[in-house]
T-cell receptor, first 111, second 115 residues
Framework: SQQGEEDPQALSIQEGENATMNCSYK?????LQWYRQNSGRGLVHLIL?????REKHSGRLRVTLDTSKKSSSLLITASRAADTASYFC???????????FGQGTTLQVKP | GAVVSQHPSRVICKSGTSVKIECRSL??????MFWYRQFPKQSLMLMAT?????????EQGVEKDKFLINHASLTLSTLTVTSAHPEDSSFYIC???????????FGPGTRLTVL
C-alpha cells in the first residue's frame, strides 16, 4: 500500500506563479525524496531531504520537512511551462532502502 | 544525477511468451536495485527488491515465479515476465540505489503490451 498522500492531486497555474505541493506520510523515515515524471517517461530525482533536515533548496525548488507532522512540501518558484509534469514524494524508512511513493500531484503550468 | 538505463523501452508480445527487461546502473555500482510497476495515471508500486548475489525480495501479492529477478552484477538487474498475459501490460520502471547518498535513480521505464 502507498505510504503517502499528496495534496493537491492536480494543480493548474499560470507561468511565473509559484506551485506548492504537499506530502504526508505515516511512519518514521530516514529521508524523503521528491521526483518529477513527464508523461510516459521515467522519474527524475529532484531533492533528497533527510529526517534531521528541515529545509533544502535546489535552484527554483524548495523542500521542507516537518517530521512532527509527518509532512513535506515542495515549492517551485517562478514556474515555467516546462515544469508541467507529475511530482511524487517517496519515503525511505531505512535499512532496505525501499521507497514508498505518494499518489503524486499533476502540475500544469500554462504559458 | 546518475544514469540508469533500461532496455527495451517498449515491447509488444503475444500472450504466453516471456519478456526480459534489463536495468543497468551506468556510473555507479548498485548492490540494490528495485523494480516498480505503474498503471496509467497512477503512482509507482514497488514489486521487488533486487539484491546483488542473492535472491530478490518480493512485495506482498507479487508472484515471484511470474516475475523473475536476477541481479548478477553490481550494475545489472533483469526482470523477466514469464508467460505474459494481457493483464501484465504495464509500465515497468527500475531504480538503483546509491548507498553513499541514499538517492535512488530511476530508469526511463519499459512499456510492456501483451496482446
Amino acid at each position: 500500500s502507498q505510504q503517502g498522500e499528496e495534496d493537491p492531486q492536480a494543480l493548474s497555474i499560470q507561468e511565473g506563479e509559484n506551485a506548492t505541493m504537499n506530502c504526508s506520510y505515516k511512519t518514521s523515515i530516514n529521508n524523503l525524496q521528491w521526483y518529477r515524471q513527464n508523461s510516459g517517461r521515467g522519474l527524475v530525482h529532484l531533492i533528497l531531504i533527510r529526517s534531521n533536515e528541515r529545509e533544502k533548496h535546489s535552484g527554483r525548488l524548495r523542500v521542507t520537512l516537518d517530521t512532527s507532522k509527518k509532512s513535506s512540501s515542495l515549492l517551485i518558484t517562478a514556474s515555467r511551462a516546462a515544469d508541467t509534469a507529475s511530482y511524487f514524494c517517496a519515503t525511505d524508512a531505512g535499512n532496505t532502502g525501499k521507497l514508498i511513493f505518494g499518489q503524486g500531484t499533476t502540475l500544469q503550468v500554462k504559458p | 544525477g546518475a544514469v540508469v538505463s533500461q532496455h527495451p523501452s517498449r515491447v509488444i508480445c503475444k500472450s504466453g511468451t516471456s519478456v526480459k527487461i534489463e536495468c543497468r546502473s551506468l556510473d555507479f555500482q548498485a548492490t540494490t536495485m528495485f523494480w516498480y510497476r505503474q498503471f496509467p495515471k497512477q503512482s509507482l508500486m514497488l514489486m521487488a527488491t533486487s539484491n546483488e548475489g542473492s535472491k530478490a525480495t518480493y512485495e506482498q501479492g507479487v508472484e515471484k515465479d511470474k516475475f523473475l529477478i536476477n541481479h548478477a552484477s553490481l550494475t545489472l538487474s533483469t526482470l523477466t515476465v514469464t508467460s505474459a498475459h494481457p493483464e501484465d501490460s504495464s509500465f515497468y520502471i527500475c531504480s538503483a540505489r546509491d548507498v553513499f547518498t541514499d538517492t535512488q535513480y530511476f530508469g526511463p521505464g519499459t512499456r510492456l503490451t501483451v496482446l
